[in-house]
């Protein structure tokens, strides 16, 4: 039932409209892999990051997060990704 212009979505986020996909969050999904890292500025490096598949078998599109972001919660993964780009770069 459609109220004041919106779908409603339950909680384990099947929809009715496939079509749209569902990015992934950091708060609430698990990462597969760092599939790539850019420099923005001297500081900051948007990650984009894969998903695992989600309890309800959704597996959400590639999103991207600050290093920052990531390194709060996941800094082993994100250690490994710089330890793979260090190691495979010849110098």
């Known amino acids: 039932m459609i109220k004041n212009g919106m779908i409603p979505l339950n909680k384990s986020d ?5 079509k749209d996909p569902i990015k992934g969050d950091l708060q609430i999904d698990i990462p597969v892999k760092i599939t790539s890292g850019v420099k923005i500025d ?3 490096i948007l990650l984009t990051i894969e998903w695992c598949k989600r309890k309800n078998g959704v597996t959400p599109i590639k999103s991207k997060y600050s290093s920052a972001d990531f390194m709060k919660k996941y800094p082993t993964m994100l ?4 330890e793979t780009k260090i190691l495979n770069n010849k110098a």
């Open 79 to 82: 250690i490994e990704f710089y």
């Open 14 to 18: 099947s929809r009715k409209d496939k």
């Open 42 to 44: 001297d500081n900051t």
